[in-house]
């Protein structure tokens, strides 16, 4: 009897200390209303919006709630001189606290580091980090038989949050490391870099 007490209260312990938050991706209208109860204590409500640039003009914007882990709750952009993803999220831990977007960015600010960009069939231009950038990387995406290359600067966060979810899809590599011009200035393949931005979305979103 004790032994059935004691595992009742667990339970519903448990499920006392979940949240209840939005959840669902904005559509045309920007309204985003529907909401869930968090399926372990351990969760927070969140709220992320993945911004792409394209020769420095904005081309996409997405938002989304959820329930999510606090390692989940990142800022940060991947930046290939002609294309940017920037991913702006923020969480709390009160009932439906996510009722707003997180902002998307408004300016971009030079940071003194410096990383190499492909431009065409050349990879040894000079690209200027900016904001969080303080890593360089160097991407790989093999689509429909075309390897696409692409290097540029990444977050710290963003870096190795991205590693870690996209190490598991076929035909994706990618690796950061620290240090100006650190990812390597030899000539390689350059292919449609806005392809990057789908294999993002994809990963951050789903």
């Not at 339970?11 to 991706?25: G, I, Q």
């Not at 999510?68 to 800022?75: F, R, S």
């Not at 290359?149 to 963003?158: D, E, F, I, N, V």
Request: charged residues 15%; aromatic residues 4%.
């Amino acid at each position: 009897m004790h032994l059935l007490t004691l595992i009742l209260g667990i339970v519903l312990l448990s499920k006392a200390n979940t949240l209840k938050c939005y959840e669902c991706v904005a559509g045309s209208s920007g309204t985003c209303t529907n909401s869930r109860e968090c399926p372990l204590a351990g969760h927070q409500c969140g709220t992320l919006t993945l911004t792409s640039f394209a020769g420095g003009f904005k081309v996409q914007e997405v938002s989304s709630k959820s329930c999510a882990l606090a390692e989940e709750c990142i800022e940060g952009s991947i930046n290939f001189g002609i294309a940017k993803t920037v991913i702006n999220s923020t969480c709390c831990n009160t009932e439906l606290c996510n009722n707003q977007f997180a902002l998307g960015p408004s300016k971009f600010i030079p940071n003194g580091k410096k990383c190499f960009q492909c431009k065409g069939q050349d990879c040894t231009a000079t690209l200027n980090c900016e904001d969080t950038e303080d890593h360089c990387i160097s991407a790989k995406v093999n689509t429909a038989g075309e390897l696409v290359r692409m290097k540029g600067c990444a977050s710290k966060l963003m870096c190795f949050a991205g590693i870690q979810k996209m190490s598991g899809l076929v035909g994706v590599e990618m690796s950061c490391c620290q240090g100006n011009f650190c990812n390597s200035a030899s000539s390689t393949s350059a292919g449609l870099v806005l392809l990057w931005t789908a294999v993002v979305s994809s990963v951050v979103l789903s």
